[in-house]
């Protein structure tokens, strides 16, 4: 009855660490492409107009709003280096070019609704100031 045992424990063998390795490889990129998919604002957020101009009055509260409540996770430049990012179970980065790409409707929901270890902001912050950090947003650029 071992017979049956000894191919598996073979290949096992036979791939050792270079397979694992390639097969937490493997998991690890196919967690983050979810992730990196999951996050769509839904159709209707779109539509969203921002009722709040991108005066300097609005980037600095924006700005003053980010550093209290979003930089210690998404870093001071959105790169995902704060303070906390050790805690995190999940990157804390922005993808600047993909919300370079979104409307400022989507931008508002993702930052009310929240998302894993994101709390949704809309229990904390007025839409006014949901609206200010998605002007402050629109200032940070993708690293070259």
């Not at 709003?65 to 001071?76: D, E, F, I, Q």
């Not at 600047?96 to 409307?103: A, D, K, Q």
């Not at 894993?116 to 200010?132: A, C, N």
């Amino acid at each position: 009855m071992t017979t049956g045992k000894r191919p598996v424990q073979r290949a096992v063998a036979a791939w050792g660490a270079l397979g694992l390795a390639t097969a937490a490889a493997v998991v690890g990129l196919a967690v983050t492409a979810a992730l990196a998919t999951h996050f769509k604002a839904p159709p209707e957020a779109r539509a969203l107009r921002n009722p709040i101009r991108a005066t300097p009055a609005s980037l600095r509260r924006g700005q003053e709003l980010y550093r209290l409540n979003c930089a210690k996770c998404h870093g001071l430049t959105g790169l995902g280096d704060g303070p906390s990012v050790g805690s995190l179970r999940t990157h804390g980065g922005l993808n600047l070019t993909i919300l370079g790409s979104e409307t400022d409707g989507e931008i508002f929901w993702k930052i009310s609704v929240g998302r894993g270890e994101m709390p949704p902001w809309e229990l904390v912050l007025k839409p006014e100031d949901r609206w200010h950090l998605v002007n402050y947003l629109r200032t940070l650029k993708p690293p070259r």
